[in-house]
């Protein structure tokens, strides 16, 4: 009897480790390749600012604000993503700005205001830190307010309506290995971290240095992304089915936005 009964505890004991086995490696809902659906993002309604005048160009809205000459030469600019900026007047409607890390062309912009002045399109080049795939992109922005008399055309408060952007720039991976999440974009940017809420590397980006996780639930994660120690931006990702709502928080900025993704 006794035997019979060691048996069955075996038994029961074999049956609870497979079950406990087959639990780990079910795949995590975030599992997968995700590609964002612009056209369901939900924009910041707060707008960019900046404008030129005498010569130079302002980024009111960039924290922190500064200032540097328009003059189609590289200016030092800190507290930004890059170190250095090139701002030029190309006609009455147009600038470009080109902005560099340490040397290095980071992105390269040209803005243009529509005839009736309502209306800017910004076309961008990106090139990440980590490939030699650039990203390109095309934003439409309205006017908002007022500008000021004797600036620019472009100048002016700018509040975004619709964003194209290229494969590179919308696609993002994510694998789960027992506590760890890994993320990884075809621009060179990745990440390995525990769902801990404790800083982790983050590898290839000019905007973030370091992200932690924590997991909320199942299906939702927050992330928080850094540079320098500073938080830049929290994002709140949730998954149901083959559909995931990131929710993001930019501390900078101040600006949040809604992206959906589709899993592909």
């Given at each position: 009897?006794?035997?019979?009964?060691?048996?069955?505890?075996?038994?029961?004991?074999?049956?609870?480790?497979?079950?406990?086995?087959?639990?780990?490696?079910?795949?995590?809902?975030?599992?997968?390749?995700?590609?964002?659906?612009?056209?369901?993002?939900?924009?910041?309604?707060?707008?960019?600012?900046?404008?030129?005048?005498?010569?130079?160009?302002?980024?009111?809205?960039?924290?922190?604000?500064?200032?540097?000459?328009?003059?189609?030469?590289?200016?030092?600019?800190?507290?930004?993503?890059?170190?250095?900026?090139?701002?030029?007047?190309?006609?009455?409607?147009?600038?470009?700005?080109?902005?560099?890390?340490?040397?290095?062309?980071?992105?390269?912009?040209?803005?243009?205001?529509?005839?009736?002045?309502?209306?800017?399109?910004?076309?961008?080049?990106?090139?990440?830190?980590?490939?030699?795939?650039?990203?390109?992109?095309?934003?439409?922005?309205?006017?908002?307010?007022?500008?000021?008399a004797g600036v620019h055309a472009t100048s002016g408060e700018w509040q975004i309506q619709k964003v194209n952007e290229?494969?590179n720039g919308v696609t993002t991976t994510y694998k789960t290995t027992g506590d760890e999440l890994t993320m990884t974009?075809?621009?060179?940017?990745?990440?390995?971290?525990?769902?801990?809420?404790?800083?982790?590397?983050?590898?290839?980006?000019?905007?973030?240095?370091?992200?932690?996780?924590?997991?909320?639930?199942?299906?939702?994660?927050?992330?928080?992304?850094?540079?320098?120690?500073?938080?830049?931006?929290?994002?709140?990702?949730?998954?149901?089915?083959?559909?995931?709502?990131?929710?993001?928080?930019?501390?900078?900025?101040?600006?949040?936005?809604?992206?959906?993704?589709?899993?592909?």
């Amino acid at each position: 009897m006794k035997r019979m009964q060691q048996l069955v505890i075996c038994a029961m004991l074999s049956m609870a480790g497979l079950w406990m086995t087959a639990q780990s490696l079910a795949q995590s809902p975030f599992d997968g390749t995700w590609h964002t659906n612009l056209a369901q993002t939900k924009f910041s309604p707060k707008p960019n600012v900046f404008y030129i005048s005498q010569g130079w160009y302002h980024c009111v809205s960039c924290n922190p604000a500064f200032d540097a000459q328009a003059d189609g030469e590289d200016h030092p600019v800190s507290g930004q993503t890059y170190d250095a900026i090139n701002v030029k007047v190309v006609d009455p409607n147009t600038i470009t700005v080109i902005t560099k890390k340490a040397g290095k062309v980071t992105a390269e912009q040209t803005r243009t205001v529509s005839a009736d002045g309502k209306t800017l399109t910004v076309k961008v080049t990106a090139h990440p830190m980590n490939s030699d795939q650039p990203i390109t992109a095309e934003t439409t922005a309205k006017r908002t307010g007022v500008p000021p008399a004797g600036v620019h055309a472009t100048s002016g408060e700018w509040q975004i309506q619709k964003v194209n952007e290229s494969e590179n720039g919308v696609t993002t991976t994510y694998k789960t290995t027992g506590d760890e999440l890994t993320m990884t974009e075809p621009t060179g940017a990745s990440y390995t971290a525990k769902l801990d809420g404790n800083d982790y590397p983050y590898k290839g980006s000019y905007s973030y240095d370091t992200v932690s996780l924590k997991k909320i639930d199942a299906h939702t994660i927050e992330e928080t992304c850094k540079r320098g120690g500073n938080v830049v931006e929290v994002s709140k990702m949730t998954v149901a089915g083959n559909r995931m709502t990131i929710v993001a928080d930019n501390k900078v900025t101040g600006r949040t936005q809604t992206y959906v993704a589709e899993k592909k």
